[in-house]
């Protein structure tokens, strides 16, 4: 297989890859022609073969051909906003209370966990079950459609421990 870089169209977009075949080798006996003379001043051209070359390997998405596919761009508003990686992240250890995020996320209101905390809920990535108790206790956990972000919370997670930086440069304890 050879694989080469062509111009999305023509237009200057991305480059995507092209893999097309090679020319099938001599049986075994026959003596390779080798390749052509290249005239000088052009470049070497494949000659076509008798097969087809095999269709192009596609690198993105074509059904979002104007931009950002709309679920993606939804899904990066609510997960884009400040605060809501790092209360997911707290949440990966198991079922919290309000004030196990506020001991946990250094800097977060309490005004914003609440409204992090809604927003999360009302996108199906959590569950709030509130125990019948003298005081009321209200527990946050992963709903199975927040859990699903585990593998690329944990990954965000080594990449801050491999490429962010502290004065003492030792490895997170979480880890």
């Known amino acids: 297989m050879v694989v080469t ?6 237009h200057g977009r991305s480059p ?3 893999m097309t075949s090679a020319p099938p080798a001599p049986p ?9 003379p290249v005239p000088s001043g052009s470049e070497a051209v494949p000659a076509r ?6 269709p192009p390997v596609r690198l993105r998405d074509d059904t979002c051909r104007e931009g950002l596919c709309p679920k993606y761009q939804r899904a990066m508003a609510l997960l884009g906003k400040r605060w809501t990686w790092l209360v997911l992240r707290v949440l990966l250890d198991g079922p919290s209370r309000f004030c196990d995020f506020l001991a946990r996320i250094e ?4 005004p ?4 992090r905390l809604k927003e ?8 709030r079950r509130v125990f019948q108790e003298m005081p009321v206790r209200v527990e946050y956990a992963l709903t199975p459609k927040g859990e699903a972000l585990r593998e690329v919370l944990l990954l965000l997670h080594r990449w801050a421990d491999t490429w962010e930086t502290d004065d003492d440069h030792s490895p997170c304890d979480e880890c």
Request: glycine fraction near 16%; aromatic fraction near 0%; avoid cysteine.
């Open 120 to 127: 999360l809920e009302a996108q199906g990535l959590i569950r």
């Open 5 to 10: 870089q062509a111009r999305d169209g023509g």
């Open 112 to 115: 914003i966990l609440s409204e």
């Open 28 to 36: 075994p006996g026959k003596p390779s022609a080798g390749p052509a």
């Open 16 to 18: 995507a890859a092209v």
């Open 49 to 54: 073969t008798s097969r087809p070359a095999a």
């Open 107 to 110: 800097g977060i209101s309490d």
